[in-house]
């Protein structure tokens, strides 16, 4: 992972000189697995992140916002008893684990002062934060329990001793020079980037294989030189932040050249967490949520995908329509050859230019008369089907695009925006109604919130989450000389730029969100279609969110995640101020 060991000294660096001697004001419980605290330091407000969640698990310094439950947890309401008021007077990372102790002086009830320890353990689905009373040197609480039955070398419970995991018997590289690291490798038994990882503490795979590629399969000193650049950076506190862009992101606090040359760099620590990881807690968070209503989802579409191949079956059969009619005409003008009871008649096809011989198979139970009347019903049957199971092919056609639009936006929502969707699919009679409880007052509806963002040179841009926002964006919302954007020919978000004379950067700009809010954001040069909003209108009838519009002319951009970091945060930004 690459949160290990460096990343680990390098973030508890930074917070040293910017939270330490800090005060803590507020303390909230976002999820199960998070906590921010408001500490205030060298006369500003900082916002710290701690996250014991099984995959996002860090600490840092953030910018995000949260939303925080109307009744605080438990464990929230012990950390504000003990640790609101109080100072952080160190901030210390476990040699060079990731362990970091924030020790913090407050005072009890009776004003004595006392010393408490917030621990973070960043380590995986085992990670956790503990409250140690140091004068009592007991755990207070934790994110996370661990009884006995479950671990009986570590037991992680109220009133229980703090005891760090158990050593893995690795050397830091705080200790460790590059020469006491070659004696302790085996360079004929290969693979030694596995090697330096079994030996060095706090290394990742990610950094053991940057040394190795340094070293470019080099002898002993190209691993003590690749090495030891490596060990004085961390010795020096040498960080350069950035996160290399590639099809699996990885953040680190170092240039990795064994890795994609596209990056993003940052000129904190901080930063470049809180980019890398700024919603990907919160989609895990709704793609749990939101499970069953994806599968949901999914099936819907794949029903009507089965209908369509079952529908162009019964097409296939309609295409011989003609040849009933044609039969049956023959039949007709040949009725004096027919005898009760034949079950075949051999005619001229007049229809065929080589006056050809053609054999009617009938039936020998009806009438010539009979028969040639089953041929014509046979063939307005099915010249019938085919024209209803051209319609039930369009609509469930229809039906598909729909399902791929809510599928697409389910799969970028956030949690405010996965109740909209299931209250539309109430709406379309797709699922079951809330039961009304009679005497209970109904909440008041709340107004659809598209999303705003805030371009460089300072204009409002809305983004419409799922079809509710979307019909809201574009036809209340937005005035009809303003700027309407979306991806062409796929599901994906409205765009609205509240202006009627846009910069080329901001035209950019929004055509980046429409194209990152649509099922091509993995994808490059993606064709986004723009026009103002009195272009833009629904077809009667028409689904959800479905629109028809003109007068379009089309960008081509290529989606990254950075610019929705940078302009979200410009608008979140701009609110605070206002």
Partial sequence: MSFDGIVTRAITHELEETIQSGRIMKIYQPTDTELVFTVRAQRKNHSLLLSAHPSYARFHLTKDDYNNPKEPPMLCMLLRKHLVGGFIESIEQVSMERIVKFQVRTRNEVGDETLKTLIIEVMGKHSNILLVDEDQGHILDSIKHLPPSQNRHRTIMPGQPYKLPPEQGKISPLDLEPEALLRKLDFNAGKIDQQILRTVMGFSPMITKEIAHQAKLGGRRAYADAYGDVRERILNHDYEPRVHLAEREQFYVFPLHSFSEKVETYDTVSGM???????KAERDRVKQQAGDLYRFLKNERDKNKRKIKKHEQTLKRSESAEEYQRLGELLTAHMHMVQNGDSEVTVVDYYDPDQSELTIELNPNKSPSENAQNYFQTYQKLKKSKQVVQQEVKKAEEEIQYFERLIQQVETA???????????????????????????????PQKPAPESFLSSDGTLIYVGRNNKQNEYLTNRMANKSDIWLHAKDIPGSHVVIRNDDPSEDTLLEAAQLAANFSKSSQSSSVPVDYTQIKHVKKPSGAKPGFVTYDH?????????????????????EKSKES
């Fill in 273 to 279: 967490l809180d980019g890398y990881y700024s919603g």
């Fill in 414 to 444: 956030r949690e405010q925006d996965i109740e909209e969707i299931r209250d539309e699919l109430r709406e379309q009679g797709y699922m079951k109604k809330k039961p009304s409880y009679h005497g209970k007052k109904k909440n008041k």
């Fill in 552 to 572: 379009q002319q089309t960008l081509f951009v290529t989606p990254e995640a950075s610019f929705v970091r940078e302009l979200r945060r410009a608008a979140k």
